[in-house]
């Protein structure tokens, strides 16, 4: 069975910065999608950032510049940088990957089969 745990959420003032990390258990290979999504409160679920199993990327406009994202193959794990961030990145962080087409860029949370539990990311001004 797939299971996503996310970790290293938390508060932070505005301009400051904070690594989020996902550990994914139950995968044979690493042959999946992996992305980063967030929800407000009151908002829909967005896409932040995807990985393919090679490494290459996409990001939303409003982070771009700011969060890197990133993965370990070796420790099947995921990772999401986050700089200079601003009250506007307040929510939800989740984790989600995806066995269908690992190289295919997406960022629709309908394209994803597997989710974590989230971790919250507070920041304030």
């Known amino acids: 069975q797939v299971r996503l745990v996310e970790s290293g959420g938390g508060s932070v003032q505005a301009g400051g910065s904070l690594r989020l990390s996902c550990a994914v258990y139950?995968?044979?290979?690493?042959?999946?999608?992996m992305a980063w999504f967030r929800q407000a409160p009151g908002k829909e679920r967005e896409g932040v950032a995807g990985t393919d199993m090679h490494g290459r990327t996409s990001y939303a406009d409003s982070v771009k510049g700011r969060f890197t994202i990133s993965r370990d193959n070796y420790k099947n794990s995921l990772y999401l940088q986050m700089n200079t961030l601003s009250p506007e990145d307040t929510a939800m962080y989740y984790c989600?990957?995806?066995?269908?087409?690992?190289?295919?860029?997406?960022?629709?949370?309908?394209?994803?089969?597997?989710w974590g539990q989230g971790t919250q990311v507070t920041v304030s001004s």
């Open positions: 989600a990957a995806d066995p269908s087409n690992p190289f295919r860029e997406r960022l629709s949370k309908a394209d994803f089969a597997y």
């Open positions: 139950g995968y044979a290979d690493n042959r999946y999608y």
